[in-house]
């Protein structure tokens, strides 16, 4: 909101929020911490166009990467990045009944149906993920 | 007030959304989990190489990418609106997302493209 078109507005009545008002309420941190997924979704693309820019670099550059991958402190801090992907997930997916109606035979298909639909994609391109990396070892 | 444009942003945010919440979560505990752990056969330089190599896989690295850090740039920007109470910043905090998630995907198309 501009302020300067505040000319003859009487003044503003705004309670002034804390900076850490999500940290209050289990919904509320929730809420923000799926919102923070989008981080680690971000830090998951970006490493994956990292080693393509450092495995066509040289093999000995793609090496020194892969070791560092395996040092302890970089593995736990990819459990954490995991766990948050696993949670943008379940969050993402949960959600699709709110933005997807599905209609069968004019009537509306329950939540419970779309939701497990979704995971039943999760899983079949979690397995097609899977099958395609062991594919090229 | 919404500018007309918000529509196309909340579009690539929630096509990235449903394809990094379908595929990354596998994708990270083999690449960055299984592997350096040894539990899974870790593919040879050279394969790599030559899968990447294939355009088909370009084209699906480049829409994982592209499509990852667009939903990035979404929702940071509104955490950054609600969660931090920024909602003051808002021309700037959505140059900086969507200027930096285009940004990294040119980088990613560039890289794509020129591989090896």
Known sequence: MNPDYRLHHPKWHRQRMPIFWWLGKLSFTKFITRELTCLAVAYAVLLLLAEIVIMAHSEGAHERFLRLLAAPPVLAFHLLVCAALVFHTVTWLNLAPKALVVRLGGRRLPDWAVVAGHYTLWLAASVAVVWLLRGIS | ?116
């Open chain 2, 1 to 116: 007030m919404r500018p007309p444009r918000e529509p196309f942003f909340w579009a690539l945010f929630s096509a990235g959304g449903m394809l990094t919440a379908l595929v990354l979560p596998a994708a990270a505990l083999y690449l960055w989990v299984s592997r350096p752990l040894g539990w899974v056969a870790a593919p040879t330089h050279a394969a790599l190489m030559a899968h990447v190599a294939s355009p088909l896989v370009r084209v699906a690295l480049f829409v994982l990418i592209a499509l990852g850090l667009f939903h990035w740039a979404h929702r940071f920007r509104y955490t950054l609106y609600d969660g931090l109470q920024l909602s003051h910043l808002y021309g700037l905090i959505a140059t900086i997302c969507y200027g930096g998630a285009t940004l990294l995907t040119v980088f990613a198309a560039w890289t794509l493209w020129r591989f090896p």
